[in-house]
């Protein structure tokens, strides 16, 4: 399940996003958090698991016709394409009117998740 970001799950937020390979400084982490909350057209997505717990993120920044997925990252525990397939499922569910895609980093994942859903 998807739930936006709100500042009670900032700790939650900084842990997943600490698995972006970019983000390993905490200064550059907490940057990004900032970069997310200070637009409307950005949002932080976690991710909960089966098990209810958090274990996933998404961060995207939305357009009129697409949403760009910025980031996506998984706890070690439960990284493989099924989760990640799962994870931009809900996020397609959220935002039905836009189609999803990737940045540099990101164009292999949704590339490979369309692929699948042909």
């Given amino acids: 399940m998807l739930l936006k970001y709100r500042t009670d799950y900032e700790k939650v937020a900084m842990g997943l996003l600490s698995f972006v390979p970019a ?27 089966l098990n209810q717990d958090f274990s996933g993120i998404i961060g995207v920044e939305l357009r009129p016709d697409f949403a760009i997925v910025r980031l996506i990252a998984l706890t070690p525990a439960v990284r493989d394409a099924n989760q990640t397939s799962t994870m931009l499922d809900e996020l397609a569910d959220m935002y039905p009117d836009q189609r999803l895609m990737g940045t540099l980093e990101t164009t292999k994942v949704i590339a490979k998740w369309e692929a699948s859903h042909e």
């Fill in 23 to 49: 983000l390993k400084k905490i200064d550059r982490l907490q940057a990004e958090l900032q970069w997310y909350q200070d637009s409307e057209a950005r949002q932080l997505l976690l991710w909960k698991d």
